[in-house]
């Protein structure tokens, strides 16, 4: 099956500071979607992006479909924006396809 | 209101139980997974349904059966219950060939 690896594994910042996660996929995919799961559980959609780059505040995701990377920007880091980030993908050839997830970044923002 | 809601939230049982876990979606969507998020945080796709056909079934055990009485709801139920099925259950949904949405999850724990 694909696989999908995650960088780093854990990031501990200052309050304030930018970072770069990545997200590396072995196959060519038709859905690439990033999460944030905050300290309660919850999985929060930030991006459905395949391909292209998307802005939404201080977060932007930028994916390169033809190398098979994903990027998520965060910037001026809140402790909010602790929690664990996963890229998750389904592979091309259409029909219900289950995601695939990396291992996640743990990000903690201290502050 | 709430995209995908799940109950219960919480589930303590005994080994060798039956439970169900119930999801429903007022989206609108296709599609509907269950997910399984194990204590090292490993997310993985357990079953989908499109349109109440099973679609993927990724090597669960057949203690565990999805069971979609219309296409709003897709309820997991759990056989005889073993430690090795505490986890974090999430259902999502998503419409044909776009992002999915996933519920706040139910916390099973079998002692």
């Known amino acids: 099956g694909i696989q999908v690896e995650q960088s780093p594994p854990d990031l501990i910042l200052q309050e304030g500071a930018n970072s770069t996660l990545r997200c590396n996929f072995s196959d060519s995919v038709n859905n690439l979607q990033w999460f944030h799961q905050n300290p309660w559980g919850q999985l929060i959609n930030l991006f459905y992006i395949p391909s292209g780059t998307k802005q939404n505040g201080r977060l932007s995701a930028t994916t390169v479909a033809t190398e098979r990377y994903s990027l998520l920007y965060i910037s001026s880091s809140q402790t909010t924006d602790s929690g664990v980030y996963f890229c998750?993908?389904?592979?091309?050839?259409?029909?219900?396809?289950?995601?695939?997830f990396g291992k996640g970044t743990h990000l903690i923002i201290q502050p | 209101d709430t995209a995908v809601s799940q109950t219960p939230k919480y589930l303590v049982t005994q080994m060798g139980n039956d439970k169900s876990i119930k999801c429903e979606q007022n989206?609108?969507?296709?599609?509907m997974y269950w997910y399984k998020q194990d204590s090292k945080k490993f997310l993985k796709i357990m079953f989908s349904?499109?349109?109440?056909?099973?679609?993927i079934n990724e090597t669960v055990p057949n203690r565990f059966s999805p069971k979609s009485p219309d296409k709003a709801h897709l309820n997991l139920h759990i056989n005889s219950l073993e430690l090795g099925d505490s986890a974090v259950y999430f259902c999502?949904?998503?419409?044909?060939?776009?992002?999915?949405?996933f519920g706040p999850g139910t916390r099973l724990t079998v002692t």
């Open positions: 999502a949904s998503s419409p044909a060939g776009r992002g999915q949405y």
């Open positions: 989206l609108g969507h296709d599609t």
């Open positions: 998750a993908v389904a592979i091309a050839g259409g029909g219900a396809d289950g995601l695939t």
């Open positions: 349904y499109n349109n109440k056909e099973l679609i």
